[in-house]
């Protein structure tokens, strides 16, 4: 999705079908939702026990809001030591997500993006990217701006198998 890339290609094969490397595109979303929760974290560093506590939430289990709901569990208990209690992946989720409301809607749509992204459902994914979305950070409105500008491309990545990966 490197625009000098973009115009080189189209201009030396102009024939050639466009396809994003799905890994870029789903490494452009993790990516915005990263630093969006970084920056949900650090409006909790503060002198605050309780904010303290919860900047440590958002910091260690960062892990966590990168996975698909799909591998969240919603039975197997462990203990949280940072939450004194014992807690399935999906309540901490839950707890992180609860935090901020503009983190929840981020965090859902990335999740939306991701399961369409999986089932190789461009119209659901088109929905998604040029829905207006008031309660997302910049970094995801910027991502969303560019998945929007190579949309076509993107659309191409759907139909066919082709990567640059394995």
Request: include cysteine; hydrophobic fraction near 35%.
């Amino acid at each position: 999705m490197n625009a000098p890339y973009y115009v080189l290609v189209k201009e030396l094969f102009p024939k050639a079908k466009l396809i994003v490397d799905r890994f870029h595109l789903s490494q452009l979303i993790v990516r915005s939702l990263s630093q969006t929760r970084i920056q949900l974290m650090n409006r909790f560093k503060t002198a605050c026990p309780e904010n303290q506590k919860t900047y440590r939430k958002l910091k260690r289990y960062w892990k966590l809001v990168l996975k698909k709901e799909t591998e969240l569990s919603d039975t197997s208990y462990r203990y949280t030591p940072l939450f004194k209690c014992m807690m399935t992946s999906r309540g901490i989720i839950d707890y992180l997500t609860n935090i901020d409301e503009s983190f929840k809607a981020i965090y859902r749509l990335v999740q939306q993006l991701t399961v369409a992204f999986d089932h190789r459902n461009f119209e659901a994914y088109n929905t998604l990217i040029h829905q207006k979305h008031s309660s997302v950070s910049h970094y995801l409105k910027k991502s969303l701006g560019t998945l929007r500008k190579y949309s076509h491309a993107i659309n191409n990545s759907f139909i066919y198998r082709y990567s640059n990966g394995h």
